[in-house]
């Protein structure tokens, strides 16, 4: 299985709500980063965190990590329509290089 | 900069046609990716290099399938013969080090 997993793989909102995923991973990390895709576009990063950080922001972005549970999450809040996408955790290894591995990805509706 | 930027954007071709790919990336970058993107599988390394040389191509599904890069600003996915099962996105992303990485817009192959 992937390194990093996403819950839910698919998430309803309504625009104004908060949109909250998660990612599972399985072995240790340097960091772990977050992607946006739109439909049939490439991957967009979106803020990365490192292993001896718990918790960053980035404008309405909000990412945690929990090494202890080799998990993360990502908060977007007050959503738009436009935050309508996949949103992808990506984690690199400690023996990975600069190779990411990516999880299955959350797609995110936000209605209007 | 432009981006990373990938050709062609749409490709059709036929089962047992040769499919090139072709991938720049930003200037300045010092690593780059091909990866396949599936609805089955999801998003899958397929190879990276490091200033140019293969680091690890164990992700690239079969001998049908190389990838080369020349010199920094240019390299090549090709899949040969091609076969309906390759049909995916194809997108090539590059970076600078271990951190984000700046994905294409993607190809995307359709082998019938």
């Known amino acids: 299985s992937q390194q990093g997993e996403e819950d839910p793989q698919a998430l309803s909102i309504q625009e104004g709500e908060n949109a909250t995923m998660n990612c599972s991973y399985k072995t240790s990390i340097n960091n772990l980063q977050w992607y946006r895709q739109n439909s049939g576009r490439g991957l967009v990063h979106l803020i990365l965190i490192r292993s001896n950080e718990r918790e960053k922001h980035s404008g309405r972005l909000r990412v945690t990590l929990d090494t202890s549970k080799k998990s993360s999450s990502l908060l977007i809040t007050a959503s738009r329509a436009a935050d309508t996408a996949s949103y992808f955790c990506?984690?690199?290894?400690?023996?990975?290089?600069?190779?990411?591995?990516f999880g299955g990805g959350t797609r995110v509706l936000v209605k209007p | 900069d432009a981006g990373v930027i990938q050709s062609p954007r749409h490709e059709v071709t036929e089962m047992g046609q040769e499919v090139t790919l072709r991938c720049k990336p930003i200037s300045g970058h010092n690593s780059l990716f091909w990866y396949r993107q599936t609805m089955m599988r999801g998003l899958e390394l397929l190879i990276y290099f490091n200033n140019n040389v293969p680091i690890d191509d164990s992700g690239m599904p079969e001998d049908r399938f190389s990838a080369k890069m020349p010199n920094a600003s240019f390299s090549t996915l090709k899949i040969q013969p091609s076969e309906p099962r390759d049909s995916a996105v194809y997108f090539c992303a590059s970076s600078l080090g271990v951190d984000e990485q700046f994905f294409g817009p993607g190809t995307r192959l359709t082998v019938l």
């Open positions: 990506a984690t690199d290894g400690k023996a990975a290089g600069n190779k990411l591995t």
